[in-house]
């Protein structure tokens, strides 16, 4: 578990997203949907993370003059935006990482790839929890970070 997760009790999760990409597609669903990220074998969920600032592995990577790589938060924010729909952290619908990764038929051998790969990117599997279904916006407050801090936004 990180310090932020550890040092204060957490009331919500967040499911962390692009705001010039992601975000105009989820507000005209009404809804947050659940994926397997290409996982065809796998079941749908929808992620959310304990972590307060940011989810290490909601940062998208790109690809540079020497193949792909991450991209820095700091970046992120400036080219693509940082968005997070916040969900009570007692939703009953909440599974915690492994009760989910057994939710979608992950194998355990994929698990730790991911725990592994999740932790380099600065990620904590205890922070990581997801429900099987949609999610409806009316369930979330949407806010978007501003360079400082995260400042709710309406989503109608």
């Not at 940011?54 to 790109?62: Q, S, V």
Request: aromatic share 6%.
């Amino acid at each position: 578990m990180n310090n932020a997760t550890s040092l204060c009790p957490v009331s919500m999760v967040h499911h962390y997203t692009t705001e010039r990409h992601h975000l105009p597609l989820i507000l005209a669903d009404g809804e947050l949907i659940p994926s397997n990220a290409g996982a065809e074998h796998e079941a749908p969920l929808l992620w959310f993370s304990r972590a307060v600032r940011w989810e290490a592995t909601a940062t998208k990577m790109i690809q540079g003059a020497n193949g792909l790589r991450l991209l820095t938060f700091n970046e992120q924010l400036a080219s693509l935006g940082c968005v997070r729909f916040s969900l009570r952290a007692d939703d009953p619908r909440l599974l915690n990482w492994v009760d989910a990764c057994k939710a979608a038929g992950m194998s355990s051998t994929t698990r730790r790839k991911l725990e592994t790969v999740g932790r380099k990117r600065g990620g904590s599997p205890a922070d990581w929890v997801a429900v099987r279904s949609s999610v409806s916006l009316a369930d979330v407050r949407l806010q978007r970070f501003d360079g400082a801090s995260w400042v709710g936004v309406d989503h109608g």
